[in-house]
């Protein structure tokens, strides 16, 4: 019936209505985060900055090989760290870095290369599992608003295996923030480090302790101060490469994070815009049933009105009298 | 009298102090060290450890007298001459205003307590980690990859309360 029609299509603009306000909360909370969240990638510059001036000094001195600077020599045993999100509602955020994380697995796996997994973002494990691949440590609920004592956790199952020798490289699969309208996953490699990926020390390499005393790379300029270093460059490295790859760790977390309310900004704004359209559609739908059926109900009153006046000539006066009032209705 | 420089403690999160000094002191890997205007180049590894900042005039607000304590535990150290700048690069840093003294004493406590039979199984685990890759583990790097280790903790503990003023039992 005409009027079970109207009810219905009233109760489903009533629930697409708190839909819309849900999806409104959620873009204006993820709209709120996103500065506080870029607020936080600026505050972790100082330190990041210093740390590259650091090593670019540091690195050239170091006259010993270590595995921890340069390009593996051989690679087998690869760490992976994957960070997406906790939660869904966010576009392609989570599905994209989860499909570059598998894209990249495939391929080294072609190449006989084993991978070690470690995620962050509950979103990752299900993914992962369901692929049948292991996870070796999944963190969460750290990417609404991670903490360097969040990054230091992720380091230290990363950093940790690397050091011990049961890895050959660590990468990085994550969603970078350059601004608030561009993000891109992107692949890195935190260890070994690569010197061509630390501002003001590419191309020096290590080894070349002697070179390095005569010219100051990067920062130091041209005062060519000859540096103190305490411990002994070599030792020295050894305690500043997993800091900067801690460093490196937080950053990450912190992009992740930004791009991620980015992300769910922009998904929630256009499930809201999309949540408007259909009430202005469904309203539409259910103002043309009320009106058929007012229409219907006019329609059943005349009729009802004509059918009595044929039927004798005392109904037909006193029917007489009420239609024109009927009629405009 | 002396010339002042700039000193800057930066942690991952923020820049904990930021300002002029006439000198600064610490606590390296090597033992104590202290930094006046124009020191020559200069990056160390820094212990766990209390910084002293004297700030130029003294008085002049700053509590102790024109000693600013901050405790710092672990990172390095990057003197700059041309710069006159001396900047402190730590994961966790913390001004004396804000420590927890009541919390630093508890930390120090349970560490103290859990501290003598878990250390050499700490240091060992420690050596098969690192194996011969770091020929030389020293304090900072056990902080680094143990930071639950009970030595580290009674030692974190011990600077944040000599950073706030307080004196550790015992």
């Given at each position: 019936?005409?009027?079970?029609?109207?009810r219905?299509?009233?109760?489903r603009?009533?629930?697409?209505?708190?839909?819309?306000?849900?999806?409104r909360?959620f873009?204006?909370?993820?709209?709120?985060?996103i500065?506080?969240?870029?607020?936080?990638?600026?505050?972790?510059?100082?330190?990041v900055?210093?740390?590259?001036?650091v090593?670019?000094?540091?690195a050239?001195?170091?006259?010993?090989?270590?595995?921890?600077?340069?390009?593996?020599?051989h690679?087998g045993?690869?760490?992976?760290?994957?960070?997406?999100?906790?939660?869904g509602?966010c576009?392609?955020?989570?599905?994209m870095?989860l499909?570059?994380?598998?894209?990249?697995?495939r391929?080294?796996?072609?190449e006989?290369?084993?991978y070690?997994?470690?995620?962050?973002?509950?979103?990752?494990?299900?993914?992962?599992r369901f692929?049948?691949?292991?996870?070796?440590?999944?963190?969460?609920?750290?990417?609404?608003?991670p903490?360097?004592?969040?990054?230091?956790?992720?380091?230290s199952?990363?950093?940790?295996?690397?050091?011990?020798?049961?890895?050959?490289?660590v990468q990085?699969?994550?969603?970078?923030?350059r601004?608030?309208?561009?993000?891109?996953?992107?692949?890195?490699?935190?260890?070994?480090?690569?010197?061509?990926?630390?501002?003001?020390?590419?191309?020096?390499?290590?080894?070349?302790?002697?070179?390095?005393t005569?010219?100051?790379?990067g920062a130091?300029?041209?005062?060519?101060?000859?540096?103190?270093f305490?411990?002994?460059?070599?030792?020295?490295?050894?305690?500043?490469?997993?800091?900067?790859?801690?460093?490196v760790?937080?950053?990450?977390l912190l992009?992740?994070?930004?791009?991620?309310h980015?992300?769910?900004?922009?998904a929630?704004?256009?499930?809201?815009?999309?949540?408007?359209?259909?009430i202005?559609?469904?309203?539409?739908?259910?103002?043309?049933?009320r009106?058929?059926?007012?229409?219907t109900?006019?329609?059943?009153?005349?009729?009802?009105?004509?059918?009595l006046?044929?039927?004798?000539?005392?109904?037909?006066?006193?029917?007489?009298?009420?239609?024109?009032?009927?009629?405009?209705a | 009298?002396?010339?002042?420089f700039?000193?800057e403690?930066?942690?991952?999160?923020r820049?904990?102090?930021?300002?002029?000094a006439?000198?600064?002191?610490m606590?390296?890997?090597s033992?104590?060290?202290?930094?006046?205007?124009?020191?020559?180049?200069?990056i160390?590894?820094?212990d766990?450890?209390?910084?002293r900042?004297?700030?130029?005039?003294?008085?002049?607000?700053?509590?102790?007298?024109?000693?600013?304590?901050?405790a710092?535990?672990g990172?390095?150290?990057?003197?700059d001459?041309?710069?006159?700048s001396?900047?402190?690069?730590?994961?966790?840093?913390?001004?004396?205003g804000?420590i927890d003294?009541?919390?630093?004493?508890r930390?120090?406590?349970a560490?103290?307590?859990s501290?003598?039979?878990?250390?050499p199984?700490?240091?060992?685990?420690?050596d098969?980690?690192?194996?011969?890759?770091v020929?030389?583990p020293?304090?900072?790097?056990?902080?680094?990859?143990?930071?639950?280790?009970?030595?580290?903790?009674?030692?974190?503990?011990?600077?944040?309360?000599?950073?706030?003023?307080?004196?550790?039992?015992?």
């Open positions: 019936m005409a009027g079970g029609q109207e219905e299509l009233r109760r603009i009533r629930s697409v209505e708190s839909t819309k306000k849900i999806t909360a873009e204006l909370i993820a709209a709120s985060q500065v506080r969240a870029q607020g936080r990638i600026a505050g972790a510059r100082p330190y900055a210093g740390l590259e001036r090593l670019a000094t540091t050239p001195e170091a006259g010993g090989t270590t595995r921890l600077v340069g390009a593996p020599e690679v045993r690869v760490l992976l760290l994957v960070v997406v999100a906790d939660r509602l576009g392609g955020y989570n599905s870095a499909r570059a994380a598998d894209r990249l697995m391929a080294g796996e072609a006989g290369r084993t070690r997994l470690v995620t962050v973002g509950r979103k990752a494990p299900s993914y992962f692929r049948g691949r292991a996870v070796h440590h999944g963190f969460s609920q750290m990417t609404d608003r903490t360097f004592a969040d990054a230091r956790a992720v380091a199952e990363v950093v940790g295996p690397f050091v011990a020798g049961e890895v050959d490289m990085l699969v994550s969603w970078r923030f601004s608030a309208g561009i993000q891109a996953i992107a692949t890195r490699q935190v260890l070994p480090l690569s010197l061509a990926d630390v501002p003001g020390a590419s191309g020096a390499g290590h080894g070349a302790g002697t070179q390095g005569s010219g100051q790379p130091t300029g041209e005062g060519g101060g000859f540096y103190d305490e411990p002994a460059p070599d030792d020295l490295l050894q305690l500043l490469v997993p800091t900067y790859a801690e460093a760790v937080y950053q990450a992009e992740a994070s930004a791009s991620e980015t992300a769910r900004q922009r929630m704004s256009a499930a809201t815009e999309n949540a408007e359209q259909f202005t559609t469904l309203r539409r739908v259910m103002n043309r049933v009106q058929d059926a007012v229409t109900e006019i329609m059943e009153i005349v009729g009802g009105a004509e059918a006046r044929r039927s004798g000539p005392r109904s037909y006066v006193d029917i007489d009298a009420d239609q024109p009032e009927e009629r405009s | 009298m002396a010339t002042p700039h000193v403690i930066v942690t991952p999160e820049t904990v102090y930021s300002g002029e006439d000198e600064v002191s606590r390296t890997d033992g104590e060290i202290a930094f006046l205007a124009h020191h020559e180049d200069f160390g590894a820094a766990v450890t209390v910084v900042v004297t700030t130029p005039g003294g008085g002049d607000g700053t509590e102790h007298g024109g000693e600013v304590r901050i710092v535990h990172g390095f150290v990057h003197v001459q041309d710069e006159n001396v900047r402190i690069l730590a994961g966790v840093a913390e001004l004396a804000e003294v009541e919390r630093a004493r930390a120090l406590e560490a103290e307590a501290e003598v039979p878990a250390t199984q700490a240091a060992a685990t420690h098969a980690e690192t194996g011969p890759v020929a030389r020293s304090g900072s790097l056990l902080a680094m990859l143990e930071p639950d280790a009970p030595e580290a903790a009674a030692r974190r503990a011990r600077v944040r309360l000599e950073a706030a003023g307080a004196a550790a039992p015992t």
